[in-house]
């Protein structure tokens, strides 16, 4: 059996499926929101302890307005109603990316995370105006007066520092590319398709995502 520590997901399809069902982009991001739940659930019942979450992209803002301002309220408002649970549920909420948000919004996701600090059954990382190519240009920059740069240390200045790489990742909406998501840590994760949208994706496709990373040979470059 294959150790499964930590599982990031980019949670693609929303828009899509709010047109199809809702006629509205908006409303198929409100109903992603469930499919966060019930993952976080599954993976308190796994025993995963880490869980990233492609929430909002650095290119996300080029999304109108309207759009934007809906995620981010959601975000707030899902946060002020469940963050008690969420910590009585020992979760700890981290943040990975720069908080340039609302100054409610920063404040909010600073606090969350104090809160949560301590925190040990399950951390989720909310990827949050995150992208990978920043982020690594962020660790160059924090290790300028260096002479020599070992891996080590580019791993140590990311924003997942202290974290094991993702053994899994998983896309769903039906499209195949990483989109400027984990590219350092993602150098030996078992990535899944899927075509499902995001609001569709259940707890049986978990399973069988997890059956199936099971069963694979993980070599790392051994044989
Ligand atoms: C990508 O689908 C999804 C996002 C950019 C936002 C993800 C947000 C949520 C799941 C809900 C809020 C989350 C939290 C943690 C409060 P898309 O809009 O690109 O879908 P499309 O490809 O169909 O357009």
């Known amino acids: 059996m294959n ?19 809702k006629n509205s982009r908006n409303l198929g991001h409100k109903e992603g ?29 080029k999304r109108p307005l309207k759009e934007r301002n809906y995620l981010f309220n959601l975000l707030e ?14 979760i700890r909420i981290k943040i990975l990316g720069e908080k340039n948000f609302s100054k409610n919004l920063n404040n909010l996701l600073d606090f969350a995370e104090k809160k949560t600090k301590k925190n040990t059954k399950l951390q989720i990382n909310l990827a949050l ?3 990978s190519k920043k982020e690594i240009v962020y660790a160059f920059n ?25 053994e899994i990742l998983i896309r769903t909406g039906n499209t195949q590319r ?18 499902k949208l995001w609001p569709d994706f259940k707890n049986i496709d978990l399973n069988r995502i997890i059956k199936k990373f099971s069963s694979i040979k993980r070599n790392f470059g051994k044989i």
């Open 33 to 61: 929101l469930k499919t966060v739940e019930m993952v976080m659930k599954y993976c308190i019942k796994k025993k995963i302890k880490f869980l990233t979450l492609y929430a909002f992209s650095t290119e996300n803002w």
């Open 129 to 131: 105006n995150y992208g």
């Open 77 to 90: 408002i899902y946060l002020k109603e469940k963050l008690e649970k969420i910590n009585n549920e020992k």
């Open 178 to 195: 990483l989109s400027n998501f984990l590219l350092w840590q993602a150098a030996y994760t078992e990535i899944f398709f899927e075509k």
């Open 3 to 21: 150790p499964l520590k930590h599982m990031a997901i980019i949670m693609d399809g929303n828009g899509r499926w709010g047109l199809q069902h």
């Open 142 to 166: 924090k290790l300028k007066k260096k002479k020599r740069i070992n891996e080590n240390d580019i791993k140590n200045n990311l924003f997942t520092k202290n974290m094991p790489d993702p």
